[in-house]
C-alpha cells in the first residue's frame, strides 16, 4: 500500500488543523492505521491509531481529548483531527499502515508516508 499524507502547516497555539493520509495500492480495510510523530531531536513516537473497521481508537496520552482519528474506508483515507494545538505538537506527522491489529512500535508497520509538518507557534 502507498501513503500520501497531507494538511500540514504553521498554526498558532489552540488552533486546530486536519491530517489526511490517503491509501492506494492493496484493500485499505485490512490495515490498521496509526500517525506518528518525530519532533526535532527526538524520537518517533506514536499519535493515534484506528482499527480496521474503526471500532477502537488509541491514542498517546499527550493527545487524548484533543486528537482524533477517523477513517473513511469508501474513501481509502485515514485523517487526524487536532485541536487545542501546542507547541510541543510541533513535529513531523507520519501516517503508517500494518496488518490487522495495533501497536505502538514504529518498527511493526511496514507502510509508510511521507510525512507532513505541523508547526505551532506559541
Known amino acids: 500500500v502507498q501513503l500520501q499524507a497531507s494538511g500540514g502547516g504553521l498554526v498558532q497555539a489552540g488552533d486546530s488543523l486536519r491530517l489526511s493520509c490517503a491509501a492506494s495500492?492493496?484493500?485499505?480495510?485490512?490495515?490498521?492505521m496509526a500517525w506518528f510523530r518525530q519532533a526535532p531531536g527526538k524520537e518517533r513516537e506514536f499519535v493515534a491509531g484506528?482499527?480496521?473497521?474503526?471500532?477502537?481508537?488509541d491514542y498517546t496520552d499527550s493527545v487524548k481529548g484533543r486528537f482524533t482519528i477517523s477513517r473513511d474506508n469508501t474513501e481509502n483515507t485515514v485523517y487526524l483531527q487536532m485541536n487545542s494545538l501546542k507547541p510541543e505538537d510541533t513535529a513531523v506527522y507520519y501516517c503508517?499502515?500494518?496488518?490487522?491489529?495495533?501497536?505502538?512500535?514504529?518498527?511493526?508497520?511496514?507502510?509508510w508516508g511521507q510525512g507532513t509538518l505541523v508547526t505551532v507557534s506559541s
Open positions: 503508517a499502515a500494518r496488518i490487522i491489529s495495533y501497536s505502538a512500535r514504529g518498527r511493526d508497520y511496514a507502510y
Open positions: 484506528i482499527t480496521r473497521n474503526g471500532d477502537r481508537t
Open positions: 495500492g492493496r484493500t485499505f480495510s485490512v490495515y490498521y
